[in-house]
């Protein structure tokens, strides 16, 4: 078996941290709000998203998986998703409401993962979660290019439909999310 490297220990880390470090140029490319700079905003989100993918497969290839991973991949996450949904909702291209619930969620679960390891309670991620995160990472970049006439009509609306989607998925899955906290700690 190879050994494995300083380089590789530390690259799952490495990834999740660059997608902290994307965040002002998506952030950037989305203040002209203009088709092309919308679309370079759109292309680099993605690219951050795909991040989440890949630290966590090279923590499990390289056995590289460490606290501050499992602790920073949420939070990168979070930082990533709530500025440019704050960046959305400034062009007004979001409602309030949708980054209210999103933001009160992800607080909610935040304060209950919290109490959760305090307890030494594992709580397994939910579907609804998970397809939660899917449809914001479908709709945000969506939402940043915005109208595409007369190429794509309607390609705003859709994933300002599609957003309103993982709004309500994500007060499924804070629902989800507590219930299992609940019956974790009861059994525990």
């Not at 690219?47 to 939070?75: C, E, H, L, Q």
């Amino acid at each position: 078996m190879a050994t494995i490297t300083e380089w590789q220990r530390n690259l799952p880390t490495r990834i999740t941290m660059s997608r902290i470090f994307m965040v002002p140029l998506i952030v950037a490319a989305m203040w002209p709000n203009t088709l092309t700079w919308n679309i370079v905003a759109a292309v680099l989100f993605m690219a951050a998203s795909s991040t989440d993918y890949f630290d966590g497969y090279y923590a499990r290839k390289y056995k590289a998986v460490s606290n501050f991973g499992k602790f920073m991949d949420p939070i990168a996450d979070k930082i990533l998703v709530t500025s440019v949904l704050a960046m959305l909702l400034a062009l007004g291209k979001i409602d309030a409401w949708m980054v209210i619930i999103i933001l009160a969620r992800d607080n909610f679960i935040g304060g209950i993962r919290s109490v959760a390891a305090a307890d030494q309670i594992i709580i397994d991620a939910k579907p609804a979660g998970k397809w939660k995160t899917a449809m914001q990472m479908i709709a945000i970049p969506i939402v940043i290019i915005g109208n595409m006439e007369p190429y794509l009509p309607y390609l705003d609306k859709i994933g300002y439909g599609v957003l309103w989607v993982s709004v309500i998925l994500s007060i499924t899955s804070g629902i989800e999310y507590y219930l299992g906290f609940l019956k974790n700690r009861k059994s525990a």
